[in-house]
């Protein structure tokens, strides 16, 4: 019996990638060829089982990019998927632009895009409801005709669902009797919660027990990766998201931090579960390559996801790591960090004199030594004096504040070093 059959958490889960396609519709993001290419050779190394370049025929750079793809690259693990749309409204499958561009792209997997919501094909294409399924089921037939592997990304799935569920359903039907490989729900708009993922995810998976289904969600009430897991603890096989969660409006499934969840939570399989230790390399070569800031705060992989403030934190956690850490930063890559400001307590100096390799100079120091007590107030009062003086300059004098208590507070160290050593 399979995942999906039985609604139940699948052993294995595939990754497919939508970086290059997906991802690339973030505003202020704009790849070259190149970039693309050295993107999917680093997608590739980490071990994602599909990687989709592109939409062959939208534009020349995608163009160009299955062109030189075909005797570039040279893919490993993954798979390049060229992604494009069902035919025409009223059209015929053999001469349709788009599906003779994906017969071009000369890919042996093929995702098509379809509407799986009665409102979409009644207002945006204009036709009835009968002509929506056999614009997805001609598609489908038409390239397994051809030899392709082929994904349907049923586009609005669950809005489409909520208004509609009989037509949502009989287009998913569709396709699958047609011989899709895999039937990918999407919550295209981005504002499906857990809990109507579970719902729907548990009747879809009764209508078709035999079918491969896959999630593909957005970001927009935030709950991307959350909608994602969900999915797969109801019987998705197959993810589809964005590295660092690039995409239109607030962006795709961040699979930063959807791989690690399934990895490390669930218990779940995928393709490259050997490179976790990776991902954080991985996501910063990403944000560079796109001449993007890389964000910080990201689960997982950001600066921040192991950085530790607070003084009550970072006591807890020189004695034990996982009082206030829910993995290891290590398995993905990552790192510990404690910060030192005015939020800070003794064990946080201590530690620091310590990563310094200073704590042999003042034999039993701690964080009640009276050096430590007495480094820690000189700190938390730079900060309020230069958080003071900050204000002072006004916006046009913005100074990064933990520099320069850092600074400040290092300098000050060695004085009162040499003062313990006088004193011994």
Not at 81 to 89: K, L, N
Not at 343 to 362: F, M, N, P, R, Y
Not at 367 to 390: G, I, N, T, Y
Request: aromatic share 6%; charged share 25%.
């Amino acid at each position: 019996m399979s995942a999906t059959e039985s609604g139940a958490l699948p052993e294995t889960v595939e990754i497919y990638d939508t970086t290059l396609r997906d991802g690339a519709q973030l505003e202020g993001i704009s790849l070259t060829v190149d970039d693309k290419l050295r993107i999917a050779e680093q997608l590739d190394r980490l071990g994602v089982h599909y990687i989709e370049g592109g939409w062959p025929g939208a534009n020349p750079k995608d163009v160009e990019f299955f062109q030189r793809a075909a005797t570039e690259l040279d893919l490993e693990h993954s798979k390049l998927v060229a992604f494009g749309s069902t035919r025409r409204v009223g059209g015929d499958v053999e001469d349709d632009v788009t599906l003779g561009n994906l017969l071009d792209a000369g890919t042996d997997v093929v995702c098509i895009v379809g509407k799986c919501s009665a409102y979409h094909v009644t207002e945006a294409l204009r036709t009835g409801k009968d002509e929506g399924v056999a614009m997805v089921a001609d598609s489908v037939r038409f390239l397994k005709s051809h030899g392709r592997t082929v994904f349907f990304d049923a586009e609005h799935f669950f809005d489409g669902y909520a208004d509609d569920p009989e037509f949502s359903l009989r287009v998913l039907t569709g396709a699958a009797e047609a011989g899709a490989d895999c039937l990918v729900l999407c919550d295209t708009n981005g504002g499906t919660l857990p809990g109507e993922v579970t719902e729907i995810m548990q009747a879809t998976c009764k209508k078709l027990p035999e079918a491969e289904i896959g999630i593909h969600t957005h970001n927009d009430a935030g709950m991307g990766v959350a909608n994602s897991v969900v999915a797969v603890e109801h019987g998705a096989v197959q993810v589809q998201g964005t590295f660092n969660g690039y995409g239109e409006r607030c962006g795709n499934a961040n699979l930063c931090g959807v791989i690690p969840n399934l990895q490390l939570k669930l218990g779940c399989s995928w393709n490259g579960q050997d490179n976790l230790g990776d991902l954080t390399e991985f996501s910063r070569f990403l944000s560079e390559t796109a001449n993007v800031y890389h964000d910080h705060r990201q689960a997982y992989v950001g600066e921040s996801a192991f950085a530790h403030k607070g003084g009550v934190h970072i006591d807890a956690m020189y004695k034990s790591p996982s009082s206030y850490e829910h993995c290891d930063p290590a398995v993905v890559g990552n790192q510990r960090r404690y910060l030192l400001s005015e939020q800070s307590g003794g064990a946080t100096v201590a530690g620091k004199l310590e990563d310094a390799k200073l704590d042999h100079l003042i034999p039993g120091i701690d964080k009640r030594h009276p050096s430590v007590m007495d480094l820690l107030q000189r700190v938390k009062q730079l900060e309020h004096e230069v958080e003071r003086d900050e204000g002072l300059a006004g916006a046009g004098g913005r100074l990064d504040v933990h520099a320069v208590i850092a600074l400040a507070a290092l300098l000050q160290l060695l004085p009162l070093v040499r003062r313990e050593l006088v004193q011994a």
